[in-house]
């Protein structure tokens, strides 16, 4: 157990629909992550929040966003669904913004299927 | 961004030694080398990282080579919870740009018993 946890475990939905991930970090830890993984593109990274301020983005789609509440939880938001957009989506978090020797530590992630 | 060569797949039998192998020819002199692995149905897990000595910890040893071109992650014992697909990747010290880690496809490794 990693110490992150996400909800739901699983989503299904229709195109055109918008659904909402949610991850809470590690006690203590400032930065999250998310990732998305699927068969075709593998594990790619999205975006990251470090104290409720974006810092990173990766190849997150404009139908995508994100955001770290107060309490650093992170949630992202996923609009207009199309059927690519099935997937895991992993959460992760780590201490603090140093990005050389810190780990980072995955949530179980949600599975995302779009029908 | 430096890019990491790993085979596709490796196999190796229960209880004995397995070396992943990394390429990395365009490391820079800052990038970190880490390894992470994904068990069946998880998240990625951290495994181990090093920059240019050899490291080791409880789950696994990091050989860097002298160039720093390659590294090899050691599994001294396999066992049949060490079956997964495992990824080299190489972070930058600098806090510059993109954060996340760049997954590439790893090696699945397979253990036989």
């Known amino acids: 157990d990693s110490g992150v946890t996400q909800t739901p475990k699983h989503l299904i939905t229709a195109t055109g629909q918008r659904v909402t991930l949610r991850c809470s970090p590690r006690?203590?830890?400032?930065?999250v992550y998310w990732y998305q993984q699927s068969l075709d593109q593998g594990l790619q990274f999205l975006i990251q929040y470090y104290n409720g301020e974006e810092r990173a983005k990766g190849n997150i789609l404009e139908r995508f966003s994100a955001q770290q509440f107060p309490d650093l939880h992170s949630e992202l938001n996923l609009s207009s669904l199309e059927l690519g957009d099935s997937a895991l989506y992993f959460c992760?978090?780590?201490?603090?913004?140093?990005?050389?020797?810190?780990?980072?530590?995955f949530g179980p992630g949600t599975r995302l299927t779009v029908l | 961004d430096a890019k990491t060569t790993q085979p596709n797949s490796m196999e190796s039998n229960e209880e004995e030694p397995v070396h992943l192998p990394c390429n990395h020819s365009t490391i820079s002199g800052t990038d970190y080398i880490h390894w992470y692995r994904q068990l069946p149905s998880q998240g990625p897990e951290y495994v181990i990282h090093?920059?240019?000595s050899n490291v080791n910890n409880r789950m696994a040893s990091l050989a860097i080579a002298e160039d720093r071109k390659s590294s090899t992650l050691i599994l001294h014992r396999a066992t049949l919870r060490d079956a997964a697909v495992y990824y080299c990747i190489l972070r930058p010290s600098v806090a510059g740009g993109a954060d996340g880690l760049t997954f590439g496809k790893g090696t699945h490794l397979i253990i036989q018993p």
């Open positions: 090093g920059l240019t």
């Open positions: 992760a978090s780590s201490v603090t913004l140093l990005t050389s020797s810190n780990e980072q530590f």
């Open positions: 006690s203590g830890d400032l930065s």
